[in-house]
């Protein structure tokens, strides 16, 4: 048994330590909201924060994840950023199939974190590893900057 | 913990239920006439619902299309509650169960199925009169209520009025008043200057739940007792499973059953990371007797050697061999498209349950009847007994719509194998989704074309080489005289006033890799070679690449009207801005008619020395007929160019030997962020009832890239992707 800190919640989880977190998420505690695209930290899709750090949950071993504060797409709503990020989103209708959106959300709000008036380079360098097939990457990009004005 | 969210028609009651505490509404199908099912004794077909209304004020939209990102239940959902004046803030949408006579695609007949960017264009007049044989039977229940004349009533934003008395209604107050109306056989629909919703910016309806983790895909199915699938899939196309070794997998903790199924041998685990772990210590030996095991080179070599020779024709005008023999210059080129994975952000997977009644599916379901016939058959039920629940599908491009239902069968052959009981969700891995086959066609493209001293086209001829989508598939009737229409629209008939034209096709049927549509279809190869084709000889005759156009499309003004209109907003004639040192600059343009929508792209490229190249703009028209929600027609043309734009420039899948050479995002790249360039849309106004925006922006996009990257080096592309190599300074 592991205990994990997931969204401010102490959670007791029994997995094998190799386990990626993605698949304790998902299929351990059915926090489906974190989404599997490819297994091997090349879309992230899967992006959570660890720490405050965005990672790849599909490539980070359970083990790695134990002691450490967890934040999902369902908990990133009650933390300012996070809110504003999601209204960013939806006052713009950035989202189309929605898979991937997820994990855009997670590593725009672990930008805007960082950094409160990101550039365009800036945002490049923050979502290049987060594919979106349906390339809604001109509204991501325009919904960072919406969520950056609303933060300023 | 177990909570799924799926809302589904079929879970509910209809008419039965009209007493109760929802109304259902029913509408004739098509033109027919007919009337709802209280009214049945006089009706002679079977009605269709597509609206309920709850005492609780709620407007449900009943979606009988799949939304898989495209927009379609928010459309849709804007022309129920135009006609019903309906608040936007009380509609909800829900996905209809699989029914080919209620929820038929009116543009395929009787099945059920979204794609071919029909959604909102077969739906339009449909769910018109849904939403106003509701409003009118809420208006009729409100006068007997009231007792006042039904004409002195109006109705606005969700609610009924009666001006001069003052009273008021919501939906839901006048729910069971409404329920003894039987709906009018006839309805008057608005005029398009009192539209509220449609052509206004209204928000999506699956944006929030989208945005906070809570939208329900397939993969994120979870049944009480449920199993999770991962199977190990031949590394050829026509291999079958040999003999297998699943000691290894059944000793990993959580596997529960290894079984051999038709499509190779599935280890089912009580979650998706056991069944992956058990999968990889599987040891399969394949019969590869019947395996395919051709490389791309080798099926490019074939494709060039069959163009050589003359095909079955597929459109003929006047005399294209005479008129290029009389030519006073002639140019020839040949284009090569590789295949192309759809590689859709959810790999394919199903849910499926078997009991004693029937079986049930979870799945982001494209063609609903046509997996619920395959079903059927599988497990020897009538249709109705296969229940679909038709949940968001994280993308698709085509890949959902499988003509041979391969991944939902799948799924079904190991419940099959499994026994009845626990219900089993099938997961392919990335690498299983890129590997499966069902990609874009190859093609392999020969032109030719003739023009006089004037620089006047006079002649063309087009060849086309790639194996037929349609062939053996459930949809193999639609193949006349030996032409799979997939494999030349968008070339056969072109626009442009050309007196002599011949387009002909090969399809080799001794290729063994599964194909399928991939969002435009055959658009994603004709309007490259065609409108590459069109610029250089543009070129060669010294003409502007637009007047040149515009002054052969006098036929065709819609293509003329969103050509115009791309060219002025992107400044076209006007210098480009000069590049940094080491830069070359150009614009190109491309104009193409799909599925009854007209689009222009005017692309705008900078090309570094090295080769390596940037689109920087993007300024797209578009003709879409009336435009229900202009935001959503943005999008979808955002989209399409990101899309599309993978294909310029990253690459395809290829095979060796027979086995495919990509295997997951690192080999066959997306679009990320810093790659897509500025979009600007510009919709032309329209009265003509509405055609699709889910496809027709992305053909044109390639063609403008590879005629602006020319306009910058002087270089044509031959085949895509295009390689920096092919634009070295």
């Known amino acids: 048994m592991v205990t994990l800190n997931i969204n401010g919640k102490a959670t007791r989880v029994d997995a094998e330590p190799d386990t990626p977190l993605l698949w304790v998420l998902r299929d351990t505690l059915q926090l489906t909201g974190t989404k599997f695209g490819c297994g091997m930290a090349l879309c992230g899709a899967c992006t959570v924060h660890l720490d405050g750090q965005p990672v790849r949950s599909c490539s980070t071993p359970l083990s790695a994840a134990a002691g450490k504060k967890i934040v999902t797409v369902e908990g990133v709503g009650r933390e300012r950023v996070g809110k504003v990020v999601q209204e960013a989103w939806q006052r713009l209708d950035v989202v189309q199939c929605g898979y991937c959106q997820s994990g855009q959300i997670m590593s725009a709000v672990a930008l805007l974190e960082k950094n409160r008036k990101p550039t365009d380079a800036d945002i490049d360098n923050a979502m290049g590893g987060n594919v979106c097939r349906c390339a809604t990457y001109v509204r991501i990009r325009a919904a960072i900057h919406e969520a950056a004005n609303s933060l300023a | 913990m177990t909570t799924i969210r799926i809302e589904n028609a079929s879970r509910r009651h209809f008419l039965q239920g009209a007493a109760s505490l929802t109304l259902a509404i029913y509408v004739p199908a098509g033109q027919a006439a007919g009337a709802s099912k209280k009214a049945a004794s006089a009706a002679t077909i079977e009605p269709n619902a597509f609206l309920r209304i709850g005492q609780d004020n709620s407007v449900t939209v009943i979606s009988k299309h799949l939304e898989m990102g495209q927009g379609s239940y928010t459309g849709l959902a804007t022309i129920v509650a135009e006609e019903l004046d309906a608040d936007w803030s009380q509609v909800r949408v829900e996905s209809a169960p699989a029914d080919a006579k209620r929820y038929n695609n009116l543009s395929w007949g009787p099945a059920q199925g979204t794609g071919g960017s029909t959604a909102v264009g077969n739906s339009w007049e449909q769910l018109r009169k849904a939403g106003a044989s509701a409003r009118a039977m809420l208006v009729a229940a409100a006068a007997r209520k009231w007792q006042v004349p039904p004409a002195e009533i109006t109705v606005a934003n969700g609610v009924v009025m009666h001006q001069a008395s003052g009273r008021k209604a919501s939906f839901g107050e006048l729910v069971s008043a409404a329920a003894d109306e039987v709906p009018p056989p006839n309805v008057k629909l608005k005029e398009p200057k009192d539209f509220k919703l449609i052509g206004k910016r209204i928000a999506r309806k699956d944006n929030t739940d989208k945005t906070t983790g809570k939208a329900v895909y397939t993969q994120d199915i979870h049944l009480p007792g449920m199993l999770t699938a991962v199977v190990a899939h031949a590394p050829r196309f026509g291999a079958k499973v040999k003999s297998f070794d699943a000691a290894k997998a059944r000793a990993v903790k959580g596997v529960v059953n290894v079984l051999q199924i038709p499509t190779g041998v599935a280890v089912l685990a009580k979650d998706t990371w056991s069944a992956k772990k058990g999968r990889d210590a599987l040891t399969v030996e394949w019969d590869e007797s019947a395996a395919f095991k051709l490389g791309s080179e080798q099926i490019l070599e074939k494709y060039r050697e069959l163009a050589k020779s003359p095909g079955t024709v597929a459109s003929r005008t006047g005399d294209a061999d005479k008129a290029l023999s009389a030519a006073a210059h002639t140019l020839e080129a040949t284009y090569d498209f590789p295949y192309l994975a759809h590689a859709a952000m959810e790999p394919m997977n199903c849910v499926v349950q078997l009991g004693k009644d029937g ?151 001794d290729i063994h890799v599964p194909v399928l549509w991939w969002r435009s279809v055959g658009s994603t190869h004709t309007a490259f070679s065609t409108e590459c084709f069109i610029d250089e000889l543009a070129h060669a005759a010294k003409k502007d690449p637009v007047a040149w156009r515009l002054s052969m499309l006098g036929q065709h003004p819609r293509h003329a009207a969103v050509l115009k209109l791309a060219a002025d907003k992107a400044g076209w004639g006007t210098p480009l801005p000069a590049g940094q040192a080491g830069e070359r600059r150009g614009r190109g343009v491309a104009v193409h008619e799909s599925f009854k929508t007209y689009v222009a792209q005017v692309a705008e490229v900078t090309v570094k020395d090295d080769g390596t190249f940037r689109v920087e703009r993007i300024v797209c028209a578009v003709d879409c007929g009336i435009a229900i929600n202009p935001d959503i027609i943005r999008a979808q043309v955002e989209g399409s160019v990101g899309l599309a734009l993978a294909t310029v420039m990253n690459g395809g899948i290829t095979l060796t030997d027979g086995k495919v050479d990509q295997s997951n995002f690192h080999d066959y790249q997306p679009v990320r962020i810093a790659d897509m360039p500025r979009v600007e849309v510009h919709i032309v106004p329209s009265s003509a009832n509405p055609s699709g925006i889910g496809e027709p922006a992305v053909p044109p996009l390639a063609p403008a890239v590879a005629n602006a990257l020319a306009a910058a080096t002087g270089k044509r592309a031959r085949k895509l992707p295009i390689t920096a190599d092919m634009l070295k300074a």
């Open chain 2, 359 to 509: 079986c049930e599916v979870w799945n982001g379901d494209q063609m609903q009847t046509g997996d619920q016939m395959a079903l059927a058959k599988l497990f020897g039920l009538a249709p109705e007994q296969v229940r679909i629940n038709t949940l968001y599908a994280g993308g698709s491009f085509g890949r959902r719509a499988n003509k041979d239902s391969d991944y939902v069968l799948e799924a079904a052959n190991i419940v099959k194998a499994n026994g009845a009981g626990a219900p089993v969700k099938l997961v392919w891995l990335r690498e299983d989704d890129m590997r499966a086959g069902y990609y874009r066609p190859m093609f392999h493209h020969r032109l030719s074309a003739g023009l006089d001293e004037q620089g006047k086209l006079v002649g063309w001829r087009h060849r086309l080489v790639g194996q037929s989508v349609l062939a053996g598939s459930p949809f193999a009737a639609a193949i006349k005289d030996g032409i799979d229409p997939t494999s030349v629209e968008g070339a056969h008939k072109l626009p442009y006033a050309i007196a002599n034209m011949l387009v002909d096709l090969h399809t080799p049927t």
